[in-house]
DNA sequence: TGTATAACGTA
DNA sequence: CGTACGTTATACAC
């Protein structure tokens, strides 16, 4: 016969949510804003399982309002031994209230009683109302409520997806006893996790034993003159124990609630608060997918389009004077989205959030003109990824110009340290609207074009434009109008440009190399006696720590380093032949990896083609791909020979590289206007020996090579939050004379202390930190309880304003010297930017001019109360150019 | 086939 | 126990 009885559901909140906050890595659940999400994500991914199987009709979630009761009144050390809450936790539960209301699931909770005690009540109150009950506890004292109509699923050890039921069956099965005994047993044995000693010697054997006797613990202490040996002793002597535990241990089955059983049938899910709390702030994707579809408005396994969002309007495929007329109407802003197929422009989009339009291009075949002028023209663009997109149109022939906003960068500034994919057009769609964008269907092969798609993803770049925009802070719209966007067509010319290579040095370089990797190894397995593999971690330490029983290094997560540094220290204390030949071969083998790697990216024009990633970095820097040539090694000799490599084209009389000199520093002295530091810079004494003439008291000229080498890797590590323990393991001295410089460096430069200090703390207050030109990025992490976690916010946000600066610096001026070249129509080109260096190709004639171009638009970038030095250097190659 | 780790190149 | 990146090979799970 079908169970035609109600089914009310009630859930122990916190003690499910804190399960899950365990269960789940703390670091991938966490939103744009920092705030941590793991608990709730895994307390509602339960949630919906549970729902599933259980199909409870009535349900409510009880919550703790603190940790204090009438039981810690009672016994001020209940659940004293609990550690503090962790405050990642803590800060999860007003949020995942908020969703579960939203999810139409009554939450309740009761001043000076535990959620529990709610439990029991309604537990209690469901039953007399004829309802089966399902009581939701990760705390085992609910196990008393268990009956006929009560039955308890309580959460495995194995995790929080596996619940397991407690019927009065089960209980019988695993303790002997019928449920409402249980706290008379958890009141002898006593519980741990709520601080509640019970009797010594006294273990649930023994416990069962006497309450399968006698019944409870009033009756089994009547008895206890009849219990023999230690534990009948015991039991005399610690009564109270047992029976303040009893009395602790009974939940409260009559609070007062506001509401009953038969409020709490089930209600609809608030769908547009659900949409916005899951997209917006818990930026939970899949979830809010699984909780629409239970709710039956969607499929599993897509989300389903809100019932309020707006309709794409339908898109009108035009050419000639219907494109003219339509792109005449326009007056705010228009999005803009291109389709390739391979690699032709094949048609492109147009939309503002009312009107569609779908432009099918194919070059000769239509009539053009309006929108190739409207493209080129100063009407107001919006795109998303506009630096790959106008590298298409160019690729066709076709200008951009006009683009006032790019949705990915400003996605990026506004969350500069957030995962790469989260910049992504569907990413942002689902956090602005909370809609999910449509894919094609991936079981097609062959992806049906549907004519409208692009100019659909048009549109929703047009929707998200707005709210996008309308969250840059004026700093933040600054840098994305004066740096960003303008910055994108000279990146775009300098990754079309690439750079010559002369593939003759690699192979030489190579052929070299593969030489002295292969005698290297030879020697190396004749030093062991047989052959490894040199380039595995895992083999090397097996013949290092097992064979040849050297002294343990550096651990890590799966074993001890073998890094260069490592076996450096190794060849000190234990040397043996094996160890030089395995640096020598590594270091060959990692020249050789690097050439086969450029190698690839050289095109038939024999020249080599990076992407910069404008939205790779924290900090604002650029990060370069595919190939990276931003790593390109300089540091020994053999490795330098690589860059005679890097060459200018033809036609082209020579390459030019220019860098700043300690920019950083600069940076540090200009926004710490520390008296010293800019006096150091104005003086025109090399820097480190200024700074080691004040630090050490003697004259510039006495500054010997040590101090100087001490006093300039304070200096540099000043920008990165390097600790006096870190200064001494790079400088080889005693911790306490790494304090000691640190002091007297300090006391000299006290201003740069004051500054990097006050960095922190004004991160701290902000929540972010700002470079010169108003770039942000936001520090979570500053209050984390986590040490580890915090500190290392607290060098980042230390660094970040000094680092960033340097990029805008940099960014600033690659745009003055862009802006110069072309207005005076040089055939020079830049073509790579190495953070604080730019290299350019200079045409026949025009090195003189370059130079003071390149001087100007690099010296005059940033007006600071320090010089920007900028040195250049001239040469056929990279390495001959550089300094 | 994809992911994690160790290692190492640059500023 | 010094910031910011990208690429590679190996090892291992699937």
């Known amino acids: 016969m079908p169970d035609t009885k109600p089914t009310l559901m009630v859930i122990d909140g916190h003690s499910l949510a804190f399960r899950a906050f365990f269960a789940l890595p703390l670091d991938n659940f966490v939103n744009s804003e920092g705030q941590h999400t793991n608990a709730i994500h895994g307390f509602i991914s339960m949630l919906l399982l549970i729902l599933k199987n259980e199909r409870p009709t009535h349900l409510a979630v009880a919550f703790d309002i603190s940790r204090f009761s009438f039981r810690t009144r009672e016994f001020a050390e209940y659940k004293g031994t609990r550690a503090e809450t962790p405050p990642e936790f803590k800060g999860q539960i007003p949020l995942l209230e908020e969703a579960l209301q939203a999810m139409g699931i009554r939450t309740i909770s009761k001043e000076d009683f535990e959620a529990d005690d709610i439990l029991a009540t309604l537990a209690k109150r469901g039953v007399a109302d004829g309802m089966q009950v399902l009581v939701v506890s990760g705390d085992r004292d609910t196990i008393q409520l268990v009956n006929g109509d009560v039955t308890l699923l309580y959460p495995s050890a194995r995790g929080v997806s596996e619940l397991k039921r407690y019927t009065p069956d089960t209980v019988r099965e695993r303790y002997g006893i019928e449920p409402h005994q249980y706290p008379e047993i958890a009141a002898l044995v006593g519980e741990t996790s709520d601080n509640l000693q019970g009797i010594d010697k006294v273990g649930e054997k023994t416990a069962v034993k006497w309450v399968q006797q006698w019944g409870t613990v009033d009756e089994i202490l009547a008895h206890a003159d009849e219990i023999k040996g230690v534990v009948g002793n015991n039991l005399r002597e610690q009564q109270d124990r047992a029976l303040r535990n009893r009395r602790l241990n009974r939940l409260v089955d009559d609070v007062e609630l506001p509401i009953g059983p038969l409020d709490l049938a089930r209600q609809p899910i608030d769908e547009g608060k659900v949409r916005e709390l899951f997209s917006q702030r818990l930026q939970f994707r899949t979830l809010l997918d699984r909780v629409l579809a239970q709710e039956g408005s969607g499929a599993e396994g897509e989300i389903a389009p809100a019932a309020n969002a707006p309709k794409a309007p339908a898109v009108h495929t035009m050419v000639d004077e219907e494109l003219a007329t339509w792109l005449e109407r326009q007056s705010g802003d228009v999005a803009v989205h291109l389709e390739r197929t391979g690699d032709a422009l094949a048609g492109i989009g147009l939309s503002t959030e009312a009107s569609s339009a779908y432009v099918p291009y194919q070059a000769g075949t239509g009539d053009y003109d309006a929108l190739v002028a409207w493209l080129a023209g100063d009407h107001p663009k919006v795109l998303h990824d506009a630096k790959l997109q106008r590298r298409w149109l160019w690729a066709a022939g076709l200008e951009l110009e006009g683009v006032v906003l790019d949705t990915r960068i400003a996605a990026w500034l506004v969350a500069p340290t957030a995962l790469a994919k989260t910049y992504e057009l569907d990413h942002q769609v689902f956090a602005i609207l909370g809609e999910a964008m449509p894919k094609p269907d991936p079981t097609q092969l062959v992806p049906d074009v549907e004519p409208s798609a692009t100019a659909t993803i048009a549109w929703y770049v047009s929707r998200i434009a707005g709210p996008l925009r309308a969250n840059l802070d004026p700093g933040t719209l600054g840098v994305e109008s004066d740096i960003e966007l303008p910055l994108q067509p000279v990146l775009t010319r300098m990754e079309n440009a690439g750079v010559a290579i002369d593939d003759t040095v690699l192979a030489r370089i190579h052929a070299t190399m593969r030489e002295k990797a292969d005698g290297h190894a030879r020697d190396a397995f004749a030093e062991i006696g047989h052959e490894v593999n040199l380039g595995s971690p895992k083999q090397l330490q097996t013949v290092l720590f097992d064979e040849l029983g050297m002294p343990k290094t550096r651990a890590t997560k799966t074993g001890y380093s073998t890094d260069a540094k490592s076996l450096a220290d190794l060849q000190e204390s234990s040397p043996h032949a094996f160890l030089g030949l395995l640096l020598q071969h590594r270091e060959a083998t990692k020249l050789m990896q690097i050439i086969e790697t450029l190698q690839k990216g050289i095109g038939p024009d024999a020249r080599i083609r990076t992407t910069y990633d404008q939205t790779g970095s924290n900090t604002g820097r650029l990060s370069s791909n595919d190939p990276n040539l931003q790593n390109i090694p300089i540091r020994t000799d053999v490795s330098r020979e690589i860059r005679t490599a890097f060459v200018h084209g033809e ?82 001295i005693p911790q306490s004379e790494a304090k000691q410089l640190m002091l007297e460096y300090f006391s000299r430069f006290g201003g740069v202390r004051d500054y990097l200090r006050g960095v922190v703390m004004q991160a701290k207050d902000d929540g972010y930190t700002t470079t010169i030109f108003g770039r942000r990025r936001p520090f979570p992490d500053l209050h984390s309880a986590n040490r580890v976690l915090r500190e290392n916010a607290e060098r980042q946000a230390l660094n970040s304003p000094i680092q960033g600066s340097a990029a805008d610096i940099i960014k600033r001026a690659m745009l003055a010297i862009d802006a110069q070249m072309l207005e005076e129509g040089l055939r020079s080109r830049m073509l790579l930017q190495v953070h604080d260096e730019l290299v350019f190709e200079v045409a026949a004639g025009e090195l003189d001019r370059m130079t003071e171009i390149v001087r100007e638009g690099m010296g005059g970038a940033a007006d600071l109360s320090v010089p920007l030095d900028v040195a250049v250097g001239v040469g056929p190659n990279w390495d001959a150019a550089g300094h």
């Not at 950083?664 to 480190?688: K, N, Q, T």
């Not at 200024?690 to 540099?716: H, I, N, Q």
Request: hydrophobic share 45%; proline share 2%; no cysteine.
């Open 651 to 732: 036609g082209f009389e020579t390459l030019l590289t220019a860098d700043y000199s300690q920019i950083e520093m600069r940076i540090m002295a200009h926004l710490s206007e520390d008296a010293g530091l800019i006096e150091a810079f104005h003086s025109g004494e090399d820097l480190h020996r200024f700074v080691g003439s004040r630090v050490f008291g003697v004259d510039p000229a006495d500054v010997t090579p040590l101090m100087r080498t001490k006093v300039k890797a304070m200096s540099y590590g000043l920008a990165y939050g390097l600790s006096a323990f870190g200064l001494s393991k790079q400088l080889r």
